[in-house]
């Protein structure tokens, strides 16, 4: 993305430390889109970088030093913007001996991202994701398949597990309707942040929903379907494998009121 601002750990970020970040194949990060300086969820994806900054890093990240991070890198800037925030160390030695480490924490701001509303046509592919509840940086596998499925013509991928059971999409959850009830696969996925305030949503309006194994061959049977991550909460899918899906505006209706119910909690 076009970049208004890189910071690191609240300062500028040198060209040094960025050359450093970009052969840095061990760490994660978390994405959000900030509207009028508030972010959905925002609890949550600090929660997630303080969670997998212990599982990958041995520590814990302080979510109001992320927080201090955040503020002062969208100082002066406008109130609509993408950013992301990558968790990494430079201290190489302490990662490889396996020692607790403070990790560093990159900022990254630029212009908000536009949500596509077009039905996308996807095709499933086997792949299971190493650490899949970890957003982390090991991303070859998904986009190599994401590039593969577009330059066959396919909009992107759906993973399934060598069972043939679904999992998730290249960077995005699923969401299924099978005429009676929201269906979430049960797979191991990234539970991600939209995916979360849409299942709090769910539960706060009573809409019936369940998290079940639903395989490749059962797709067909699903009245409907659509794709969310932080860029969009809901986006149809026309079909899967080649094979339509009949489409309705109810699940995305239900989807996007869910979204849209969850709070808007201040940057600034």
Not at 153 to 175: A, H, K, M, P, T
Request: with cysteine.
């Amino acid at each position: 993305m076009t970049l208004h601002r890189v910071e690191l750990n609240g300062r500028a970020a040198e060209p040094g430390t960025l050359e450093e970040l970009a052969f840095a194949g061990y760490g994660h990060f978390t994405s959000m889109q900030v509207r009028g300086h508030r972010v959905r969820g925002l609890d949550l994806h600090l929660e997630r970088l303080g969670r997998d900054s212990l599982e990958l890093f041995g520590r814990a990240v302080d979510g109001r030093r992320v927080l201090s991070y955040l503020r002062q890198a969208t100082d002066g800037l406008p109130g609509d913007l993408s950013l992301q925030i990558n968790l990494f160390s430079r201290d190489e030695a302490a990662v490889e001996a396996g020692r607790p480490v403070e990790p560093d924490v990159l900022v990254r701001a630029g212009p908000p991202a536009e949500a596509g509303t077009t039905p996308v046509r996807v095709r499933t592919d086997v792949h299971e994701r190493f650490l899949p509840e970890v957003k982390h940086v090991a991303t070859l596998g998904l986009v190599y398949l994401w590039r593969r499925a577009r330059r066959d013509g396919f909009d992107d991928v759906l993973f399934v597990d060598r069972d043939g059971f679904v999992s998730e999409g290249s960077i995005w959850n699923l969401c299924l309707f099978d005429g009676e009830r929201v269906v979430w696969p049960a797979a191991p996925a990234l539970r991600g942040i939209t995916m979360q305030l849409v299942q709090a949503g769910l539960a706060r309006e009573g809409v019936p929903s369940a998290t079940r194994p639903v395989h490749r061959d059962d797709l067909g049977r699903f009245r409907s379907a659509v794709l969310m991550n932080s860029i969009v909460p809901g986006r149809p899918l026309a079909a899967i494998d080649g094979v339509e899906l009949p489409g309705d505006t109810e699940l995305l209706d239900v989807v996007r009121h869910a979204y849209l119910g969850s709070e808007e909690q201040p940057l600034r």
